[in-house]
């Protein structure tokens, strides 16, 4: 296992393009935490904060995000807890565990937003109309014209 790393956190309303490795960014406009992966890969992270997604805390001094970030959708599948601005590695994870985990983390988020909604159906275009000729009055029989 690797050795814990000191990292630090900055907080911005709008994450960087640009962003600097070994910084985990906070934007709490946005409730989401953004860091380049700390095993070094580079790949960016998304960590949506929410009721049932990560949570966030700062004590003044130092951030941590809780649960954990298991990247395992990314090449180098490093999984690692945020705590007091210190990444502290965890172990490598069973695709079993991971598909348990994601199911539960689906389940808590659906209990908590409710179920998803499907996108909505988009409304039928009008029918065209169609010109109707004028009926012909009196006068316009009378001379043949319309």
């Not at 395992?72 to 994870?93: L, N, P, T």
Request: include cysteine; charged fraction near 25%; glycine fraction near 8%.
């Amino acid at each position: 296992m690797k050795t814990p790393r000191k990292i630090r956190h900055e907080f911005v309303e709008f994450i960087p393009k640009d962003r600097e490795a070994g910084v985990l960014y906070v934007s709490i406009p946005y409730a989401t935490a953004v860091h380049d992966c700390f095993c070094g890969c580079g790949t960016k992270v998304v960590t949506p904060i929410s009721p049932v997604g990560w949570q966030l805390t700062f004590d003044g001094e130092s951030v941590s995000l809780a649960p954990s970030v298991g990247n395992w959708s990314f090449a180098c599948r490093s999984h690692y807890f945020i705590r007091k601005d210190r990444v502290d590695w965890a172990g490598d994870m069973s695709d079993e565990a991971i598909a348990k985990g994601r199911t539960r983390d689906k389940a808590a988020r659906e209990g908590h937003f409710g179920a998803p909604v499907s996108p909505p159906v988009p409304p039928k275009p009008p029918e065209p109309e169609i010109a109707k000729p004028k009926p012909r009055g009196f006068w316009s029989w009378l001379t043949g014209r319309r």
